[in-house]
């Protein structure tokens, strides 16, 4: 039986390094996997075991029950189910909606050269701000709309031809795209609440699914440019030359090798899509709420009762936690190889 404490090459660490990293290791894994047992544990007590003080083992500390669990789907099923429900819809389609989108901008950022200039970018924001200020005035948004793309465009193909100033190109771009993640969003959930209310998308799953994309947007296009950087142009210049056409060559050869980063990508989106609290509280009420509001409202209405806390927790954590360890080959993948560039 081979010894696993032996050093095999001079890059191997020392049998006392080794111990240490294990013993560390173990110590870490505690950390992380102790809370999940101790959610998984409080499900299973009665109020009164759980005041009682800490218990660890069932069926030898205490008899474990089910009865948090009956009250949560079957007293409580209405005030549970649709609040998942909605987590799971927007959840899903905020992250497929923002995968999508994010990685063919950031291939496009890898791939195409870009020089937007300054003046046209201007001209556009003044239209934007137009079109808001028409809209919180009370004008119909779909008239706003399309009469402000009307504009920029005809402004575009008369004043616009007149700048000469200085282009910004794909790194200025991308650089916009992340730092829109610096704003706190306590900063834009007033705007966004008026915007949805006078559109009428307030507490619907569109106001949260656009809400999530673009708020999610700007870590795709980031993680995956720098993914779609390492992918050897080579295969795609081989493709191109037998007459595949771009949209064919990112379809066909850039997305299949790109899955390990597309896949890892998702799940960072979707945890955040299904975690978020702030935008949810202000932008759905009852039709589309979502399970962090569920857990905080049972929280402030029924005070602190860790015991029906611990079930919504488990039942939020659970999918994601178990989608976690059925692709964690393509997140490693995904995540190393993303990183590993230059």
């Given at each position: 039986?081979?010894?696993?404490f032996?050093?095999?090459?001079a890059l191997?660490?020392?049998?006392?390094?080794?111990?240490?990293s294990y013993?560390?290791?173990?110590g870490?894994?505690?950390?992380?996997?102790?809370p999940?047992?101790?959610l998984?544990?409080?499900?299973?007590?009665?109020?009164?075991?759980?005041?009682?003080g800490p218990?660890?083992f069932?069926?030898?500390?205490?008899?474990p029950?089910?009865?948090?669990?009956?009250?949560?789907?079957?007293?409580l099923r209405?005030?549970?189910?649709?609040?998942?429900?909605?987590?799971?819809?927007v959840?899903?389609?905020?992250?497929i909606?923002?995968l999508?989108?994010?990685?063919s901008?950031?291939y496009?950022?890898?791939?195409?050269?870009?020089?937007?200039?300054?003046?046209?970018i201007?001209?556009f924001?003044?239209?934007?701000?137009?079109?808001?200020?028409?809209?919180?005035?009370?004008a119909?948004?779909?008239i706003?709309?399309?009469?402000?793309?009307?504009?920029?465009l005809?402004?575009?193909?008369?004043i616009g031809r007149?700048?000469?100033?200085?282009g910004?190109?794909n790194?200025?771009?991308a650089?916009w795209?992340?730092s829109?993640?610096?704003?706190?969003?306590?900063?834009v959930?007033?705007?966004?609440?008026?915007l949805?209310?006078r559109?009428g998308?307030?507490?619907t799953?569109?106001?949260l699914i656009?809400t999530y994309?673009?708020?999610?947007?700007?870590?795709?296009?980031w993680l995956?440019?720098?993914?779609f950087s390492?992918?050897?142009?080579?295969l795609?210049?081989?493709?191109?030359?037998?007459?595949?056409s771009?949209?064919?060559?990112?379809?066909?050869?850039?997305?299949?090798v790109a899955?390990?980063?597309?896949?890892?990508?998702?799940?960072f989106?979707?945890?955040?899509?299904?975690?978020?609290?702030?935008?949810?509280?202000?932008?759905?009420?009852?039709?589309?709420?979502?399970?962090?509001?569920?857990v905080?409202?049972q929280?402030?209405?029924r005070?602190?009762?860790w015991w029906?806390?611990?079930?919504?927790?488990?039942?939020?954590?659970?999918?994601?936690?178990l989608?976690?360890?059925?692709?964690e080959?393509y997140?490693?993948r995904g995540?190393?190889?993303?990183?590993v560039?230059?």
């Open positions: 039986m081979r010894n696993p032996r050093r095999r090459s191997d660490l020392s049998p006392g390094a080794k111990v240490l013993v560390l290791l173990l870490w894994t505690f950390v992380v996997l102790f999940i047992y101790w998984a544990v409080t499900s299973l007590k009665l109020p009164i075991q759980v005041n009682s218990v660890f069932p069926f030898i500390d205490f008899q029950t089910l009865e948090n669990w009956r009250y949560i789907f079957v007293d209405n005030d549970t189910v649709r609040p998942y429900i909605n987590t799971v819809v959840g899903l389609s905020s992250a909606i923002a999508a989108l994010g990685s901008a950031a496009a950022l890898v791939r195409f050269h870009y020089r937007p200039r300054i003046g046209l201007g001209l924001a003044g239209c934007v701000l137009l079109a808001a200020v028409a809209i919180g005035l009370g119909p948004w779909q706003v709309v399309v009469s402000a793309l009307g504009v920029f005809i402004l575009a193909q008369t007149r700048f000469r100033g200085r910004l190109g790194s200025d771009i650089f795209l992340i829109q993640r610096m704003l706190p969003p306590v900063a959930v007033i705007p966004l609440y008026v949805f209310q559109v998308l307030l507490d799953w569109w106001a656009i994309v673009a708020t999610n947007l700007p870590i795709v296009v995956m440019r720098d993914y390492t992918v050897p142009v080579e795609e210049e081989s493709a191109a030359v037998d007459g595949a771009p949209y064919r060559i990112f379809r066909s050869i850039v997305i299949p899955v390990p980063g597309l896949v890892a990508t998702f799940l989106v979707l945890v955040f899509a299904w975690n978020e609290y702030l935008l949810a509280l202000f932008l759905s009420s009852a039709n589309a709420q979502t399970l962090p509001i569920t905080a409202a929280n402030a209405t005070g602190p009762q029906y806390m611990s079930v919504l927790i488990m039942i939020m954590i659970v999918p994601v936690i989608m976690a360890i059925a692709l080959r997140i490693s995540i190393l190889v993303g990183a560039k230059g």
